[in-house]
């Protein structure tokens, strides 16, 4: 992420100040509406790296 976080030409876009960093997330379903996932489903996605996130099930 330092490539993200720097004025240094990357191949990575720049992390906007004030906002999520970007990047893979592991979770656990902590709240669930969909019929494929159930409190406690370990999950992967792209969230960035912020304590909870929400998702329609695509993706994950």
Same mark, same amino acid.
């Given at each position: 992420m330092r490539g993200r976080m720097s004025d240094a030409k990357?191949?990575?876009a720049p992390q @906007?100040?004030?906002e @999520?960093?970007?990047g893979g997330? @592991? #979770?656990e379903v902590?709240?669930?509406r969909?019929?494929?996932?159930?409190? #406690?489903d370990h999950v992967v996605g792209m969230f960035g790296w912020q304590e909870? #996130?929400?998702s329609s099930g695509e993706g994950l």
């Open positions: 990357s191949y990575a @906007v100040l004030d @999520v960093m970007i997330t @592991v #979770g902590v709240e669930s969909h019929a494929s996932y159930k409190i #406690g909870y #996130g929400m």
